[in-house]
């Protein structure tokens, strides 16, 4: 059991370059997030997937796309890099189906992060 | 949306001491989470705690929440403990479970 695999941990990118960081989950979590974590902050929610097929926009989409083709994966696209992207990067997941609000299920899980510099 | 003020920013602690994390909210929450980032980068769950009390190990942490506010206690740190914490609130009405996470709290225990 891996739980959120992120890739790449690492890249740098010059500015108008484009790139996908990839996110895949096997503990069969409905929902996923994509999170950017700037400098002595604290994590952002960029956008967010309550299953296959879902997505919707958190609190800084601007600059990003994602897609959910299936409930494992949950990739994060950079169109046209600018060193304003320059951030940590977590997917997390979370929400056993079947679970009810209030057992916990809604905890999330993080990946180990990915760190990107845009030059 | 709602807000989330953690206290202190920063906390250095000698090895064995105790200490309190603060997190206070600034609306109703269906959901809260406290984090210990260590230092190499990695996101780990502490507590769900919406409301009451809850104990694991040396940790603890009590959510007020007709008040707002949540408190992490740590107990004999430990070098180990060293990182950054974060509290993270889903308000009432966010939907999708959306979490809102503080600046969190940098942590360093020195032996």
């Known amino acids: 059991n891996a739980g959120v695999t992120q890739t790449p941990k690492f890249r740098i990118l010059k500015i108008g370059q484009s790139m996908t960081l990839q996110c895949t989950q096997d503990m069969n979590h409905n929902y996923m997030y994509w999170y950017r974590q700037d400098p002595g902050m604290g994590l952002k929610l960029i956008y967010y997937s309550v299953g296959a097929g879902i997505t919707d926009k958190g609190e800084v989409p601007n600059g990003y796309n994602v897609s959910r083709s299936t409930t494992e994966d949950f990739p994060l696209r950079l169109e046209l890099a600018a060193p304003s992207q320059t951030s940590v990067y977590f997917c997390?997941?979370?929400?056993?189906?079947?679970?009810?609000?209030?057992?916990?299920?809604?905890?999330?899980?993080f990946g180990a992060g990915s760190r990107l510099t845009v030059l | 949306g709602i807000q989330v003020e953690q206290s202190p920013p920063d906390l250095i602690l000698q090895e064995g001491a105790n200490s309190t994390l603060r997190c206070n909210f600034s609306d109703s929450v269906n959901n809260l989470q406290w984090f210990h980032q260590n230092p190499w980068g990695q996101l780990i769950n502490l507590f769900y705690?919406?409301?009451g009390t809850k104990q694991n190990g040396r940790l603890s942490a009590t959510t007020v929440a007709t008040e707002r506010y949540s408190l992490l206690y740590i107990s004999s740190s430990q070098t180990t403990d060293s990182g950054v914490y974060f509290c993270?609130?889903?308000?009432?009405?966010?939907?999708?479970?959306?979490?809102?996470f503080g600046k969190g709290t940098k942590l360093s225990v020195i032996p």
């Open positions: 997390a997941s979370s929400w056993l189906k079947g679970f009810r609000v209030g057992t916990g299920a809604n905890v999330l899980t």
């Open positions: 705690i919406p409301s």
């Open positions: 993270a609130v889903e308000g009432k009405g966010a939907g999708s479970y959306q979490l809102t």
